[in-house]
């Protein structure tokens, strides 16, 4: 993945339960490694300030030189995100690059393409074949608040965030791979092991 400026700030998301593989999903194993490694590998091209935003340390456990922070108490990835805002915001970086652990197709320019599209907008999204991966996102830090007043009435949509603090969609093309394509099941994982391969 080609780096971004030293404003930029990287959370890998690994706090989701993973229930249809079985749990413990970011420990999966593909290509000789977890996803969770894989996806810390991609991290650190992009920042020297990298972090893994769980529910519980066990999601991580045996993963080395990886900063663990804790998912906020709300569901899904909105409590990832929090996380991560707040990681980045603490370090001093103005935008945090969210990374989930389960996409191991992730393309190369993806925070270099997120970055140049962030200019004026609260967040640039991925999106691929017709579809936004929010998951995948450049953050705004400056828009912590705006996130800690949407989580109060009760929601919990990225996309429904996203779309509060003004958002800018940076497509890839789905076809022949979509780059953004997720594990969640034993196939999946098989999949992915074939299309590295």
Known sequence: MTSAPDHIAVVVLAGGEGRRIGGGKPLRRLAGQTLL?????????????????VRDPAQAAGVD?????????????????????VFARQAGR??????????PLVPPDLAGRLTAA????????????GRLHPVCGLWRTDRLGALSAYAATGQRSLKGF???I???????PAEPVDP???VNTAADLGRAEALLA
């Open 118 to 129: 962030l200019d004026g907008h609260g967040a640039a999204l991925a999106s691929s074949g």
């Open 166 to 172: 003004g958002f800018v969609a940076v497509d890839w």
């Open 162 to 164: 996203a779309a509060g």
């Open 37 to 53: 490694d894989r996806a810390l590998a991609q991290a650190r091209t992009v920042s020297d300030m990298v972090a893994v935003a």
């Open 65 to 85: 030189g990886a900063r663990l922070i804790p998912d906020a108490p709300w569901e899904g990835p909105l409590g990832g995100l929090a996380a991560a805002l």
């Open 180 to 182: 953004f394509f997720n």
């Open 94 to 103: 103005t935008a945090v690059l969210t990374l989930p652990c389960d996409m």
